[in-house]
């Protein structure tokens, strides 16, 4: 019984190992059967599945399969993809094992000062409770090294990123300002250029101080070009120099010249301007004029930083003739409908002393302290004592060719404290300036100024055709001889259309509209307007523009609806 069984066991042994070898030989290994995921948990694996481009029929490919990885990978879920090849159906199953990222916990920021947490954090895709992905992750550092940019932070940028297990560690690297190098043209000194500068060594960079600060140290007028160069700090990629190359000093000026005076006859006249003495930052200027039957002064002396301190302090001592011309009626000077043309001579010499100091970024305050005696013709000498406050909040983008930016200017003057005039007076000056293409740019500008007491007519609001306040167009017999140009308050407007023409050469389309008014009945049905065009040229060795403007006045006079106007410095 036991010799049939053996035998019988024999039998089915042959049988199953001959159907083996049967099976075996009708396996094809060459043959996809079957695709599958393993690993994976949060992602599904159909999400898996449809970025795979091999099907089940198809002959293994190496190459397929490789980029059936890469697009796995690039959905961002896994940090490692594996491929296990198992016999399958006669043929072999594909099975792609994946390891997938960690679902976060937290999200860790080091290294950021001047961006706060909340500032990244709102730029961030990837969040805590949800599998991380690699993907979304570089992204968000672009957005991040993006958003650091634009701030103005062109060094700022993500260093390294770090996972703890399901933490995730994000290193900032703000970049930093290593050193500044002074490098003037003439003997300035390097804490006069210090002084004013916002960026500090040894703290993180921002383009947009250089651009502040280069805007600061035009304003002194100290050097017509101020060229800055950066340099990047060997073996440290975060760090940068800065070179400020101060060049074509402007060291100051000289003018001789021949005028008429108000007496009649010749006067001679010298002008002697002196920037940035001995290297300080200090500027006197002396305007000395001499004649048969005149002799008048102006010296003025400015120090930006007195008394190792931000306070700036201007002391100006004058004594001066001008000729004033006005217009009488049966109402007395200066009133409405006067058809008399009087011209009459103002004498003045006084002391005007003044202390400024930057009260935040922008903003600048000044405050004055005047004396000045009077005299008209042959009336007695009348003084006047006065307290005048200032604030300039100045957002230009050049102090000298402004083409973006604004400036609002606000000053109120007290007059009194036992001096024979009385008076409150005070203006608000505001100025926008707006880029128009590349070589273009519009400027705009409105002034209201209004006063109470009785203002002495040398103290009056004025409209002049070659100074600040002017409706161009107008001349100089009109503005004389006529209501509107002289009063107790103000209303001007201008708009300027800028265009370079060549180099230091622009043109000018301009419109102005203004006039005075008796007391404080500001009418707008009143205005004088004018239209015209005008030519500037910057002359480096004044440092300063030169102008001309052809105004058209359609409701002027006759015989005064144009004027040419001559004009040093910008119009506003």
Request: aromatic residues 10%; proline residues 2%.
């Amino acid at each position: 019984m036991f010799k049939k069984f053996g035998i019988l066991f024999i039998l089915v042994s042959i049988i199953l190992i001959n159907a083996n070898q049967v099976m075996a030989n009708n396996t094809n290994y060459n043959v996809i059967t079957d695709l599958a995921v393993s690993g994976n948990k949060a992602i599904e694996e159909q999400r898996i599945l449809d970025q795979v481009k091999t099907k089940v029929g198809n002959e293994i490919s190496n190459e397929q399969l490789r980029e059936d990885m890469k697009a796995i990978y690039n959905l961002g879920y896994f940090s490692n993809i594996q491929i296990l090849f198992k016999n399958y159906k006669s043929g072999v199953q594909v099975v792609f094992k994946v390891d997938e990222n960690p679902i976060l916990t937290k999200i860790v920021i080091e290294g950021n000062k001047e961006v706060s947490n909340d500032e990244l954090k709102a730029l961030l895709t990837v969040k805590t409770g949800k599998i991380l992905n690699f993907k979304d992750l570089n992204q968000d550092r672009e957005a991040i090294n993006k958003y650091y940019y634009d701030q103005g932070f062109v060094l700022g940028r993500i260093v390294d990123v770090k996972m703890e297990e399901d933490k995730l560690n994000i290193i900032i690297d703000e970049g930093r300002l290593n050193k500044i190098r002074i490098n003037p043209e003439d003997d300035t000194k390097d804490y006069v250029i210090r002084r004013q500068l916002s960026m500090k060594e040894g703290e993180v960079f921002n383009i947009n101080d250089v651009r502040k600060d280069i805007s600061k140290l035009q304003r002194l007028k100290y050097f017509e070009e101020i060229k800055p160069e950066f340099e990047q700090v060997p073996n440290d990629p975060q760090a940068i120099d800065v070179k400020l190359n101060l060049n074509k000093p402007i060291n100051g000026r000289t003018v001789f010249g021949v005028k008429d005076s108000a007496e009649g006859g010749a006067v001679g006249n010298i002008m002697l301007e002196k920037h940035n003495m001995f290297g300080k930052g200090q500027k006197l200027t002396l305007d000395f004029e001499a004649g048969s039957d005149v002799t008048d002064y102006n010296l003025d002396f400015y120090d930006p930083w007195i008394f190792e301190s931000k306070t700036s302090f201007n002391i100006n001592l004058y004594h001066e003739m001008t000729e004033e011309s006005t217009s009488i009626s049966d109402g007395g000077l200066d009133s409405i409908g006067s058809s008399t043309r009087v011209d009459r001579d103002i004498k003045e010499k006084g002391v005007d002393m003044q202390f400024g100091r930057e009260l935040s970024e922008n903003i600048r305050g000044y405050l004055n302290f005047g004396y000045d005696d009077t005299k008209i013709e042959d009336d007695p000498y009348e003084n006047t004592r006065s307290i005048a406050m200032t604030t300039i909040r100045d957002l230009r983008d050049n102090y000298l060719h402004p083409r973006s930016g604004s400036r609002q200017e606000f000053r109120i003057e007290k007059a009194g404290f036992n001096g024979d005039n009385d008076f409150l007076k005070s203006y608000l000056d505001l100025r926008n300036y707006f880029e128009a293409g590349e070589k273009s740019s519009w400027a705009i500008r409105m002034k209201i100024g209004a006063s109470d007491g009785k203002l002495p007519t040398y103290k009056k609001y004025k409209l002049k055709p070659n100074l600040l306040d002017g409706v161009r167009g107008y001349d100089s017999s009109y503005y004389g001889g006529t209501d509107g140009f002289k009063g107790d308050s103000i209303l001007l407007g201008s708009i300027e259309y800028r265009v370079d023409l060549y180099k230091a050469v622009r043109g000018v389309l301009f419109t102005d509209v203004g006039r005075t008014f008796k007391d404080n009945d500001i009418s707008l049905n009143d205005l004088n307007y004018s239209v015209g065009v005008g030519v500037r040229f910057f002359v480096p060795v004044l440092g300063a523009e030169l102008g001309f403007d052809y105004g058209y006045a359609p409701e002027g006079d006759a015989d005064h609806k144009d004027e040419i106007t001559f004009k040093v410095g910008t119009s506003f």
